[in-house]
Structure formats: C-alpha cells, structure tokens
C-alpha cells in the first residue's frame, strides 16, 4: 500500500527551525520526484521545495536559503528542514511525490506548524 | 512566475447539476494541467492530469480540457460527496503554481 505519513509539526517561536519528515511505504523515495507544499490557514495551496531522483533540490522564492529539502533513502523518508521561521511560515505542511512530469499524488496526512510567540 | 486564475471562487449547486470550473494561465502551459479536489480537513487527491488525464479510480463524472491558457474541470452530475475546494496546477514551470481555488457548494 502507498503511504505517506508525516510528522514533526508544532508551534515554533520566530527565528527557531523544525524538521518535518515524511516516511513513505509502496515506493522508493530516491528514485521519485518528491516535494513540499504548504497550505497557511483558510488559504491556497503553494509549492514549497523539490528534490530530484538525483539529489538536485529546488526551493521557492519565499523559503530560499531558509528551508532544505533532503531525504534518507535507506529508511525511505524526505526531510523539511525549516530554518529562520517568520509568523507567514504557518500553515499546514504537506509531503507529496511529484514535480516535474507529474501531479502531485499521493500525499501525506499533512502536519501544521504555528509560528508565534 | 505563471499565475493561474480560477473562476469562480466559490460556486452554489444542486445534486444532478452539471458544474463547471475554469482555470487561466498567464502564458502558454501547453497541456501542463492538473487539477485537485481537497475536502475539508484533508489533503488534496489529484483528479485529472495533463489537463485531461482521468486519474485511476476518479468517478467518471469528472472531466478536464482546454490547452495553452484556458482550461475546464466539469463535473457531469454533481453528487452530495462533490462538496470539496477544487485547484488546478500547473507544472510547465518549476514554480508550480496553483490557483487560488473554487469553493464548491450544495
């Protein structure tokens, strides 16, 4: 069965980081396109970060040189390094195999993370 | 970036209805389309892929067309279990933009 669960959310002061991972089970996370999107409360959905088959990462504009995107494959997880947090990080974070070539299917349960004093 | 504009932002309907969703790009996405239904409190689920690619196991009273900068999602038959925020998203560009999403009523 194709699964994505996550976890690592929480509430964050700004400036602090969390790691959010991603454990998937059905497919192999380093041979797949996998990304990052978050969706801030009562909002949209926007595309956070990519990583590539052959580690190549690409990020947003808005989370640049703040969040990384990584992944283990020996225990089939990707990784949301998420560094220099400010009060517009919060939002639900969602893992989902997907990119380039392709819809972004399936996705995790997704995890919120709150940024605020 | 590509901007996707959806219309409308929310949309009333009845059960049986016949539905349609629209999605503009800013520039040429070719075929570059999915769309996605998100029901309250759940992760979005992929419905239809390269603008009109029915994803497995999606009802077929789901459709998508349209290339280059317009396209629509329609929905046949509108049933009770339709009541989600439909997006559509490019991926012609490594920004991935979605639309900013159609409310979906009964």
């Known amino acids: 069965e194709v699964q994505l669960v996550q976890s690592g959310g929480g509430l964050i002061q700004p400036g602090g980081s969390l790691k959010l991972s991603c454990t998937v089970s059905?497919?192999?996370?380093?041979?797949?396109?996998m990304s990052w999107v978050r969706q801030a409360p009562g909002k949209g959905l926007k595309w956070v970060a990519l990583?590539?088959?052959?580690?190549?990462?690409k990020s947003a504009d808005s989370v640049k040189g703040r969040f990384i995107i990584s992944r283990d494959s020996s225990k089939n997880t990707l990784f949301l390094q998420i560094n220099n947090v400010r009060a517009d990080d919060t939002a639900v974070y969602y893992c989902?195999?997907?990119?380039?070539?392709?819809?972004?299917?399936?996705w995790g349960q997704g995890t919120l993370v709150t940024v605020s004093s | 970036d590509i901007q996707m504009t959806q219309s409308p932002s929310s949309l009333s309907a009845s059960v049986g209805d016949r539905v349609t969703i629209t999605c503009q790009a800013s520039?040429?996405?070719?075929?570059?389309l999915n769309w996605y239904e998100q029901k309250s409190g759940k992760a979005p689920n992929l419905l239809i892929s390269?603008?009109?690619n029915l994803e497995e196991g999606v009802p077929s009273r789901y459709s998508g067309s349209g290339s280059g900068t317009d396209f629509t999602l329609t929905i046949s038959s509108l049933q009770p279990e339709d009541i989600a925020t439909y997006y559509c998203?490019?991926?012609?560009?490594?920004?991935?933009?979605f639309g900013q999403g159609t409310k979906l009523e009964i």
């Open positions: 520039q040429d996405i070719g075929n570059y």
């Open positions: 998203q490019e991926y012609e560009s490594l920004s991935f933009s």
């Open positions: 989902a195999r997907g990119g380039p070539l392709r819809g972004f299917d399936p």
């Open positions: 390269d603008a009109s």
């Open positions: 990583i590539y088959s052959d580690g190549t990462t």
């Open positions: 059905g497919f192999n996370v380093g041979t797949n396109y």
